[in-house]
């Protein structure tokens, strides 16, 4: 394919890229071998040659091998998109030159003149990214795919410079230059995220690692400092720099800690001059980073966002850093400010306003900015996320010009498109609200035009409906259909006289609401009478076509609808096919616009239909195809071997039959659970149509047909297609959209990987046959741009395609030069407007999303209908409701007017007692309802209520009580205490990983592990090595017997159990031995609490100091300590509280009293004279401040002036507002206080009186009657007056007195308690003080609380796994012991059996070889737990094993001799008791075997767990020390931190010691305050440790002579008991001949088997002795025999001895007369001489071995051991006595046979002498 205008790459170019020279202060050592690198590559001067070819390299179509399809089927001829969502879009080659991605394309659009030039990614699989070079001669395309390559083009010549390869594996999402443009960064997406550095002028990787695991948006090197990079993404920013390390350069990143602000994904961000970064947020406001933490969230003032939504740092500006967002505003913000920025004490967000601000437009937002290249110049150029490139002056100056938009595209998806049917025109609809028409030969946009929603569908009406053209057809998301008219605005002016401006305009003529949710497709019926709309609200709606379109009705249909296609002329009947995305298809009648209707709605339930529902049948393709290609491959197999056969020299051989493969098993059939969706379809032939489905059914179109059976419900429905068309390499790239050209010879198909596929085809192909070759070109983006629509222009020329990724193309099937050749007097033709169109109103349009469908609308008008009627009807039985009810009070009335006997009762003027019971339920529904309506209500007022009561009342444990003094203005004052609260729980919650766990588990689980369960092979192990049981015994044991052996058992037990006794003993006893190493448990103790107790004497403002575990403390303990303080303040105002209460009731009696006492003052002056009156004290009254609990109190009166007070406020409510509202309760409570103090003026008025009166009186008569009540008195009754006068006078003063002492010692009591608050209160205020500094430290501990709360977590951690990995060591190591020590057990019972197994044999057993091989002989066996099935499969096996193990034994004993004996036989002449016996102690050997091993098994696995557990604990421990490091760092940091904090302590001048020159110094920051009883403890410390050094000397002295004395006796003690031992091992090979068990020895019982066989013995002996008298008898018989035998034998040897001398003689002769042949016989005889010779030698040797073995066994059996064979010898057979020659006839007889083949030659031989 051939692009225009795009600049050929062969032609020489030279250019000499030079390198920037300027450095940073901040370059670093490491960078700078990087950049001397990069320097190196930049200073070659480049050729022509080092060019790559861009024709070399580019992505080509793909197509079909051995096709007559050309190569350049379609020509690029332009792009009308805009992929505006895709990050960093945009960028800037020159002033006129901008460069963005298209899909597969590099388009490079020249502002001035809007001519674009194309580039197409090499790949094939799209461009990820794209960014220019610092000198703009340069610029870079990363792309994606597998193994994405990234290509260094240069500029203007647009040649490859460089080729980067393996940088990523599926595709870059950034890439940017450094300062200098000598290194390029990349950074990978999805599933590497490889960052990566290169050097790219040698193509070479510098330095890659992986930046995160999240999707990576941006990454940059600093301009400051080029030694450090910063990349952001999602949910992360994270930070770079090149280190130094000992294998060279590497990348070291660090991750930005969000801390407590939320995280955010960062789209962009600024490094500033002194390392730190600006980064933008989600919401709105900037975080400024230092290091990797937040140092401050910044904002505007108000707490205002910086921008409304995403906001972006993009450059940093002539001292102002600048921002846009979302909102499409761009800002200037002081960049001082921001540099020196903190958080205030509120918060962390620092508020500041900007400096500057463009508002750039509505609807726009803002996401890249790239700057002018000419120096000086302000001007940036803008990418718009929602459609557009702006031209931005960002000088802020007053003659700054407006932003100017500079392009218009979609923005995001294109929803739909379509071409026209009469001109080159094409009109596209997105969700951004606009709908826009193009001229594609033109190359250029004619109109746009906006709406409230976004537009789903859209159609060009075919000429049969209209024929200018100028019609479309539009469904929008909101489900309503806009018919607009597009015409010429120029030729409405030659009409008109108007003058618009423009080449096109678009003109709503109708719009009208079908659906309700997004309309996604509309068609026009063929004859264009109808028009159908779909949507996804699964209906399809009916319109008839004319200058007004009526609706006529609609169908639902399964699913949303996809597509809608009606039938063609071809077809005989007119319907519509109805394609839904869940996988139904529906075909119905074209509905009639004539036929009646229903009036109540528009559904059409009576139009016929067919359904379809697709059902898989991929998986059964597959597996037909497997089961042929498998019946293909037998087929080639057969005539492979049939071939063979012909080709062989003997056909008559018959062939081997070839042993069959077992063939994998076919795949099964699958339907998949969610139904594939459904993409696109069109009609073959009528009732029969092609499917293209997606997800798992994706790779075959699908040819079906609808069922004759169509009264199954279409959702249960099960169709299956009745063929299909495989299409290539589309399983994972299935067809989202198809055309036809206009003579259906070119298949146009839209793919879901954005690329394109034409097919070929043959005239009226129906069933696609010749879809077989196919030319494919990538085209949108392979990610998400799947090629939602593609249209053929009118003439065929030009193809038209609009993907997700918001790019248009067009492409043309001639050349470019044909093409302006064939069409250069040819132009898009706009139709003209209508005549009457400028007169004409405009309709009316619908704005609201919520307004009423067509079928709503229809419905709502119906229900109003019926509403209106039901409502007329309410009315009229309401008014003849009324009038019934005026009837029967009418007869009510009559009825009361009757006389009583006549009148009804008013139960029987009820007509059913129902009605009213009735009547009641639904008062009491209705009161409930209310009830329910009023309880969120009344729920309500009580909350408030109680709200109230808890500040007001509750708040308060109790009211301020006053107590003032009788005689002075002294007064005292409770505290004003709150409420207590509810104690928290939080303190008690114990914080996790904090050391004060819970360790009682750690000795339960030692305990536990203590005590060892008894393993299931100990009890194999017993039962294995018991003996065999015991032989029946013939002879029943005595009672004498049976008692002998009772108590041997009895004695055994006992000594047993004395010696497990004596082992637990020892057990405990060396449990209880302290190690060499171990020190005193008093002596730890003791040095433990001198190093809690001796203290750090180092300041704790020192930098060494260390905190001491129990003086460390954290948060929780802090607050506690907060706690503390606060219920001791609490306590103490309690008390004093408590105690002014009670001097408050004191005072209340003392006033009671004091009036009570004012009366009998006040009755003893009434009996005394006036001048004798004392005057009285003034009586003390309560106070209303010492009762406050009284103003709560109230009364009937109390209540009822409120009300009649509240009823005045009413009346006067205008005055009250002005009043205020509290003026009711004050006015109530001066009424109260002012009668109160009239009914106390009152009583004291009324006690005047009685005070009064008699006085009066008493004057009076003093007065008057004086002289006469004296003139009639007598002395004596003169005298009794006088004693009563006294003793009045007496008892007067001494009421005054009581009184004025008790008000006196009142007065006293709060005097004292005031002193006593006074020192309280100074108290409380330093506990103010000291409150506040534990404030302080523990919002400075809250800070550290989070790290130590994580350390201390490490830590915990570390202790718990080190405590776990320990018991586990010392578990596995007590389990190794004991397995060791089961070894060693199993070991000695295995030589204890084969001892037993040789003391069996016996001695000379001639069948010793035999069993001893027997019983060594090894058997393979089967485990008892091994399954029957299990036994059953490997019987084969195991019987050829045997077999094998068999054969080596009879082999073995072949060849060792003799004739071969089965093994498994006992042989003859053996006792068959001791085979069964050998053959019992082997299994019982082999069973021994098996436990050995299997315990060595677990002892070797043991000792691995072991070795791994202590590494693991030695890496355990040092990770545990690091982390105790770490917090230790912590604590001493959070030490210095609560050092700087101040502590107020007050002091007198006396106390203070710090004296310079006689005068206290001006500065006492370097004074230490010390506690004086905290002195005084620490020098009575000292004196006390100099005591205890001494008496501790003394003790050292002690233990020293005490561990010397002890070592000498040690050594002694272990003397004695080597001398002990010897002489107990001399005295046991004394008594028993060897060393032996003692403890075994003693716990040897009495074994009833050898009484048995003892008594056996016995009675055996007896039968034996019985019978060798008989035998006796017999022999002497057989000796009287021998001996008459012997006679007689003697007689003939007589007669022998003469023959023998008459041999001699005859021999004498016979030598003499044959001396030739005595020669012969005489070497006869030397030989026979020789091997008689040989043959004694032999005997000899044999003899001495046995003396030897005899000697070895004499000795042997003198200490009892056991009998020693000859080595390599069986037992031999005694030696017969050696031949003489005088006895030739017994050596004969009795000598073996051997020597006598010699002798028989030498008598024949003498016998032939003799004849």
């Keep these: 394919m051939s692009e225009e205008n795009t600049i050929c790459v062969g032609e020489q170019t030279e250019s000499t890229p030079t390198a920037s020279q300027e450095n940073t202060e901040g370059h670093d050592g490491e960078h700078s071998e990087i950049q001397q690198q990069a320097e190196e590559g930049s200073n070659k001067q480049l050729s022509a040659d080092t060019y790559y070819k861009y024709e070399d390299i580019h992505s080509r179509p793909f197509i079909t091998p051995d096709s007559e399809i050309p190569e350049n089927l379609l020509f690029l001829s332009h792009s009308f998109g805009y992929d505006s969502r895709r990050r960093g879009n945009l960028q800037l080659l020159d002033d006129t ?123 940059s090197f600093s301009p400051y400092n080029p030694g450090q990079l910063t990349s952001s993404g999602s949910g992360h920013i994270k930070f770079w720099k090149m280190a130094s390390t000992f294998t060279g350069l590497k990348l070291q990143g660090l991750m930005g800690h969000f801390g407590k602000t939320a995280a955010t994904d960062v789209e962009g961000y600024v490094e500033l001059p002194d390392g730190k970064v600006v980064s933008g947020t989600d919401w709105g406001n900037l975080l400024l980073w230092d290091g990797n933490a937040i140092k401050v969230e910044m904002c505007r003032k108000g707490g205002q966002k910086c921008h409304a939504g995403m906001v972006q740092p993009f450059a940093l500006e002539d001292g102002q850093l600048m921002t846009i967002g979302s909102d499409g505003a761009v800002r200037g913000w002081d960049f001082e400010s921001i540099d020196s920025a903190d958080s205030n004490s509120d918060g962390s967000r620092f508020e500041l306003e900007p400096m500057n601000e463009m508002v750039v437009g509505h609807n726009v937002c803002l996401s890249s900015l790239v700057k002018s290249s000419l120096p000086e110049s302000c001007v940036w150029f803008a990418q718009d996320s929602n459609g557009a490139i702006w031209k931005l002056d960002l000088s802020f100056t007053y003659t700054t010009p407006d932003p100017e938009c500079l392009f218009t595209f979609h923005a995001g998806p294109i929803q739909a498109m379509d071409a026209s049917r009469k001109s080159h025109l094409m009109a596209t609809a997105a969700l951004d609200r606009s709908v826009r028409v193009f001229d594609f030969l033109a190359k250029k946009e004619l109109t746009t035009t906006r709406f409230n929603q976004g537009g789903t569908a859209l159609g060009w009406a075919p000429p049969v409906v209209n024929q200018s053209g100028s019609l479309l057809v539009t469904g929008f998301e909101d489900g309503v259909v806009r018919l607009l008219e597009l015409y010429d605005p120029q030729r409405l002016h030659m009409v008109s006289g108007r003058s618009p401006k423009g080449d096109a305009m678009l003109r709503l003529n109708q719009a009208f609401k079908p659906h309700n949710a997004p309309v996604t497709a509309v068609a026009y019926e063929r004859n264009g009478e109808i028009l159908a709309t779909g949507s996804s609200d699964s209906t399809v709606f009916f319109f008839t076509v004319g200058e007004k379109y009526n609706p006529i009705g609609f169908v639902s249909v399964p699913g949303p609808v996809q597509a809608l296609e009606w039938s063609p002329h071809s077809h005989s009947e007119n319907r519509l096919l109805i394609l839904c995305q869940s996988g139904h298809v529906v075909e119905v009648q074209s509905p009639d616009p004539e036929a009646e209707r229903p009036t109540n709605t528009f559904q059409l339930p009576d139009l016929s239909s067919r359904s379809f529902r697709f059902r898989s049948i991929k998986s059964q393709i597959k597996r037909e195809a497997e089961i042929a290609r498998r019946q293909a491959a037998k087929e080639k197999k057969k005539k492979e071997r049939e071939e063979r056969l012909k080709q062989s020299k003997n056909p008559d051989i018959e062939p081997e039959e070839e042993e069959e493969e077992e063939e994998e098993e076919l795949p099964s059939i699958y339907i998949p659970e969610s139904p594939s969706p459904l993409y696109c379809g069109f009609y073959s032939q009528p009732g029969q149509f092609w499917l293209s489905m997606g997800g798992y059914d994706s790779g075959f179109l699908y040819h079906c047909k609808f069922s004759e059976k169509q009264d199954q419900d279409p959702d249960q429905r099960q169709d299956e297609p009745f063929d299909f068309l495989p299409v290539h390499s589309t399983d994972n790239d299935p067809i989202r959209s198809i055309a036809f050209s206009s003579n259906r010879q070119l298949l146009l198909c839209g793919m879901h990987s954005g690329s394109i596929r034409v097919f070929p085809l043959q005239p009226a192909d129906h069933s696609l046959t010749s879809m077989q070759a196919y030319w494919a070109l990538s085209v949108h983006d392979n990610q998400y741009g799947p090629l939602r629509h593609i249209r053929c222009s009118h003439d065929d020329l030009f193809v038209l395609t609009v993907g997700d990724d918001g790019n248009i193309f067009s492409f043309s099937l001639l050349p470019p030069e044909e093409l302006q050749k064939g069409l250069q007097r040819t132009r898009a033709r706009v139709p003209s407007p209508r005549v009457g169109l400028e007169n004409e109103a405009l309709a009316q349009d619908i704005e609201d999303p919520a307004a009423y469908s067509i079928e709503t609308a229809k419905q709502k008008l119906e229900n109003d209908r019926l509403r209106r009627e039901a409502e007329l009807k309410i009315v009229a039985k309401q008014k003849k409701l009324a009038e019934l009810q005026k009837k029967f009070k009418q007869l009510l009335t009559v009825n009361q007017s009757l006389p009583e006997q006549v009148r009804l009762k008013p139960v029987e003027l009820q007509l059913d007692q129902r009605f009213r019971e009735q009547a009641e339920r639904v008062k009491a529904q209705r009161v409930r309802e209310v009830r329910k309506q009023m309880a969120w209500e009344e729920e309500r007022s009580s909350i408030a209520l109680r709200k109230l009561q808890d500040w007001f009342k509750d708040s308060l444990e109790a009211n301020v009580v006053t107590v003032v003094a009788i005689r002075s203005d002294h007064r005292v004052s409770t505290y004003r205490l709150p409420a207590l609260a509810r104690p928290s729980t939080g303190l008690r919650h114990h914080r996790p990983g904090w050391p004060d766990e819970d360790e009682a588990a750690a000795p339960e689980h030692r305990k536990s592990r203590a005590e060892p369960v008894k393993d299931s092979s100990v009890l194999e192990e017993e039962e294995v090595l ?60 003791a040095i433990r609490e001198a190093k809690e ?53 004191s005072k209340v009696r003392l006033v009671s009293q004091l009036h009570a006492q004012a009366q009998q003052v006040q009755k003893v002056q009434q009996r005394l004279a006036a001048i004798h009156h004392r005057p009285k004290p003034t009586l003390p009254t309560i106070l209303p401040e010492e009762t406050p609990e009284k103003r709560l109190g109230y009364s009937h009166a109390t209540l009822e002036r409120y009300r009649h007070l509240r009823e005045q406020r009413l009346k006067n409510m205008e005055q009250e507002e ?136 490490n830590l915990s951690a570390r202790i718990k796994e080190e405590k776990s990995i320990t018991s586990k060591l010392e578990e596995y190591n007590e389990q190794l012991e004991l397995r060791r020590g089961d070894i060693a057990k199993l070991q000695e019972r295995e030589k204890a059996l084969i001892a037993a197994f040789h003391a069996s044999l016996g001695e000379e057993n001639k069948f010793e070889d ?149 005068s206290v110094p001006c500065d006492l920051s370097p004074v230490l305050v010390l506690d004086m009883k905290e002195l005084n403890r620490l020098r009575e410390r000292i004196r006390q440790l100099q005591a205890e050094k001494s008496h501790q000397r003394d003790l050292y002295i002690q233990a020293r002579q005490q561990h010397v004395r002890l070592i000498h006796d040690r050594k002694d003690m272990v003397a004695q008991i080597q001398v002990l031992e010897k002489v107990c091992n001399e005295q046991m090979r004394m008594k028993f001949g060897r060393p032996v068990n003692l403890e075994a020895l003693q716990t040897l019982s009495g074994n009833r088997t050898m009484e048995e066989l003892k008594q056996e013995k016995l009675v055996r002996e007896a039968a034996y002795a019985k019978e060798i008298k008989q035998w006796d008898a017999k022999v002497e018989e057989a000796r009287q025999a021998l001996m008459e035998v012997t006679r007689c034998n003697t007689e003939r040897l007589r007669h022998m001895t003469n023959l023998f001398d008459q041999k001699k003689e005859l021999e004498h002769k016979l030598n003499s007369r044959q001396k030739k042949m005595g020669k ?84 024949s031989a003498s016998k032939q002498g003799a004849n």
Excluded at 116 to 143: D, M, W
Excluded at 1052 to 1080: F, G, T, V
Excluded at 1315 to 1326: C, E, I, Y
């Design 97 to 219: 030159t901008l460069i963005f991605i298209a899909g597969n394309l590099l388009v490079l659009l020249d502002i001035s003149t809007k001519e674009q030039r194309y580039l197409r990614s090499c790949s094939g699989g799209g461009i990820g990214s794209i960014t220019a070079h610092p000198s703009k001669t340069y610029f870079v395309v990363a792309e994606k795919g597998i193994q994405p390559k990234i290509i260094v083009y240069e500029y203007p010549s647009l040649q490859p410079f460089s080729v980067l390869r393996g940088g990523t594996e599926r595709a870059y999402s950034f890439v940017d230059f450094n300062r200098d443009g000598s290194l390029l960064a990349s950074v990978g997406s999805t599933p590497d995220y490889m960052l990566s550095l290169w050097n790219w002028r040698k193509e070479e990787v510098m330095l890659s690692c992986k930046a995160v695991s999240q999707e990576v948006y941006r990454v």
């Design 1093 to 1145: 107790n001796i203290g750090d004497l180092k300041l704790k403002s020192a930098k060494d100091f260390t905190v001491p575990k129990h003086l460390r403390v954290n948060a929780e303990r802090k607050r506690a300590q907060l706690i503390g303080l606060e219920e001791n303040t609490r306590e103490k105002q309690t008390e004093m509280n408590r105690r002014i209460v009670i001097l408050r009731d």
């Design 1218 to 1353: 002005q009043e205020g509202a509290t003026s009711l309760l004050e006015q109530l409570e001066k009424e109260m206080e002012g009668e109160d103090g009239k009914e106390e003026e009152e009583e004291e008025e009324e006690e005047r009186g009685e005070e009064g009166t008699p006085g009066l009186s008493a004057s009076y008569l003093t007065r008057e009657e004086k002289e006469k009540e004296e003139a009639k008195l007598s002395k004596l009754e003169k005298e009794l007056q006088r004693e009563e006068e006294i003793r009045l006078l007496h008892e007067q003063d001494s009421l005054l007195e009581q009184m004025e002492s008790c008000v006196c010692q009142f007065d006293a009591e709060l005097l004292l308690l005031r002193h006593q608050k006074l020192r309280l209160d100074w108290q409380l205020k330093m506990a103010d003080l000291h409150q506040m500094t534990l404030y302080q430290e523990l919002l400075l501990l809250k800070e550290f609380e989070r790290r130590e709360d994580k350390l201390q977590e």
């Design 1720 to 1803: 012969q016989f005489q070497d006869y005889r030397r030989r026979a001489d020789q091997e008689e010779i040989q043959r004694l030698q032999g005997l000899v040797k044999i003899q001495a071995q046995q003396a030897e073995a005899l000697r070895r066994e004499i000795g042997l059996l003198s200490r009892k051991g056991v009998h020693v064979l000859p080595p390599n010898q069986a037992p031999k057979p005694l030696l017969a006595p050696m031949p003489t020659p005088t006895c030739h006839t017994h050596t004969r007889r009795q000598g073996p046979r051997r020597p006598s083949k010699p002798l028989k030659a030498h008598n």
């Design 1410 to 1558: 035999f069993l001893t091989k027997v019983f060594k002989k090894k058997v393979k066996r089967v485990k008892k737990k091994e399954q029957k099935e299990e036994e059953e499969e490997n019987s084969d096996e195991d019987s050829d094993d045997d077999d094998e193990w068999d054969d080596d034994d009879d082999y073995d004993s072949t060849e060792e001799g003799g004739a071969a004996l089965d093994n498994n036989v006992c042989p003859p002449g053996c006792e068959p008791e001791l085979f069964e016996n050998t053959v019992q102690l082997r299994e019982r050997r082999l069973d021994l075997e098996e436990l050995l091993a299997e315990e060595r098994k677990s002892a070797e696995a043991l000792k691995r767990e072991c070795d791994t557990l202590v590494k693991k604990e030695k890496l355990v421990k040092s990770s545990r020390k690091a982390a105790e490091d770490d917090l230790e760092l912590v604590n001493r940091e959070k030490q210095q931190k609560m050092n700087e904090l101040d502590v107020v302590v007050p002091i007198r001048l006396h106390q203070i010691e710090f004296i310079a020159n006689g």
């Design 1026 to 1085: 018991r003996p065999p049981p015991a032989r029946p015994a013939g002879i029943k044991l005595a009672d004498r017997q049976v008692e002998r052996l009772r108590k041997a058992a009895e004695k055994a037990e006992q000594a047993r159990a004395k010696i497990e006794k004596r082992k637990k003993e020892w057990a405990q006893l060396y449990a209880e031995k302290p190690d060499e190493n171990c020190e005193d448990p008093q002596d730890v103790q």
